[in-house]
């Protein structure tokens, strides 16, 4: 391997992990903004299994990422972060009341 096509696996796995991260903190914003349903707060446990992706799949990107190794696998993690994201917020956002999720 190349270090210019390590770098590059590197820099899009900071890319990804970039990604992931600024989506984690949006369903904190998203969630403040669910009208409340019946006042006890429950739709703030939907952070927990988003809270878990982001610990299993982007800290350790960003770790990787900082100390250089394992490139190729730090973007397929990432990748795998992603899609796990995508597939919880979707049932989520079916969970939540229909209205102002932006």
Not at 9 to 15: G, I, Q, S, Y
Not at 71 to 92: N, S
């Amino acid at each position: 391997m190349t270090p210019s096509n390590h770098l590059d696996f590197r820099k899009l796995a900071a890319v990804v992990a970039t990604i992931g991260t600024l989506f984690w903190l949006y369903p904190f914003y998203a969630i403040d903004h669910v009208p409340l349903g019946d006042g006890t707060g429950f739709q703030w446990l939907a952070v927990f299994p988003l809270g878990a992706i982001f610990a299993v799949c982007f800290l350790p990107a960003w770790l990787l990422v900082a100390i250089g190794r394992l490139p190729r696998f730090t973007v397929a993690l990432g990748i795998c972060g992603l899609i796990a994201f995508a597939v919880v917020w979707a049932q989520l956002l079916a969970e939540f009341p229909k209205a102002q999720l932006y």
